[in-house]
């Protein structure tokens, strides 16, 4: 499986941006992840979702404004973020895993995720 995020950019404090990641390859009934890491700090989890898109997890400090969200037709997942601040400056990733209990248990981590992107850069700066 190959992912390929994209939608970075370079956005003003409140602002909106997409974030999109395809994936290709031998697909499977994943469930997708996002991540971020700022310079000098460690990779954060940023929201889940199922395979089904029905159940999704979102960590602490984009809860109430990051939104994702997934099309199995076009084999891609998508996070919408709002009220973006400068705090959210970092390379955001994308990342698949099989959806299992395990998956659902430990979301948060690096652990479950079998497939990675290779980044794209938010920037949030006036």
């Known amino acids: 499986v190959q992912l390929q995020a994209s939608g970075g950019g370079l956005v003003q404090p409140g602002g909106s941006l997409r974030l999109s990641c395809a994936a290709s390859g031998h697909t499977f009934k994943s469930a997708m992840g996002w991540f971020r890491q700022a310079p000098g700090k460690v990779r954060e989890f940023v929201a889940g979702?199922?395979?089904?898109?029905?159940?999704?997890y979102y960590g602490n400090a984009v809860k109430g404004r990051f939104s994702i969200s997934r099309d199995n037709a076009k084999s891609a997942t998508y996070l919408q973020m709002n009220s973006l601040k400068p705090e959210d400056t970092a390379v955001y990733y994308c990342a698949a895993g099989l959806d299992t209990s395990d998956w659902r248990s430990y979301r948060d981590r690096e652990d479950p995720y079998d497939f990675w992107g290779q980044g794209t850069q938010v920037t949030v700066s006036s």
């Open positions: 979702i199922t395979w089904s898109g029905r159940t999704t």
